[in-house]
């Protein structure tokens, strides 16, 4: 990180989702669509990092892949590929192998540690930080809570995720893409 990009202050929008957050006046962006909107803008690089993700995730795992194949970097760490349904796992072996893709099970020290984050960092400029997993329930129908952020976190955040990613990649945790 840069001393520039230390400087930068930051901005937070509120996200959520339900119904009776989204879309009653209150003015607040819905993950769905922040989510859509900064995969499909990402110019360099997008960074993810969750528990698990349903299958209504497919379509974004599609834009991902797009983003991918039109030389954007994705990388993306998962607790646990098992955790994850069957068409989901069926879906990310099959990932473009231009997809980063790390189990975070794998360089557990004890069975009670788990990567239980929701996180999505673009270009080290734009980040979601929230409590909705990556699913229908969580970016859709759940009530649930969010930030959007810009401007220095976002910085701190993706390299928060570079080391995660790093920390998996030296204990062999790349499954897909690695």
Known sequence: MTEAQRRLSDAVTLLATGIDLV???????????????????????????????DPDFLRYFDLLEKRAEEGVEVVIVCDALERNEASVRQRIERLSPRINMFDYSARRRDRFEILHTKVMVVDG??????????????????????????????????????HLASVCRRNGAGFAGD
């Open 23 to 53: 879309g009653a006046g209150r003015g607040v962006r819905s993950f769905d669509g922040m989510l859509e909107e900064l995969i499909e803008g990402a110019r360099q690089k997008i960074q993810i990092a969750a528990y698990r993700f």
């Open 125 to 162: 400029r734009h980040a979601i930080v929230g409590s909705a997993n990556f699913g229908f329930g969580g970016l859709v129908t759940n009530v649930e809570l969010g930030v959007y952020l810009t401007g220095a976190t976002p910085w701190k955040l993706a390299d928060m995720l570079d």
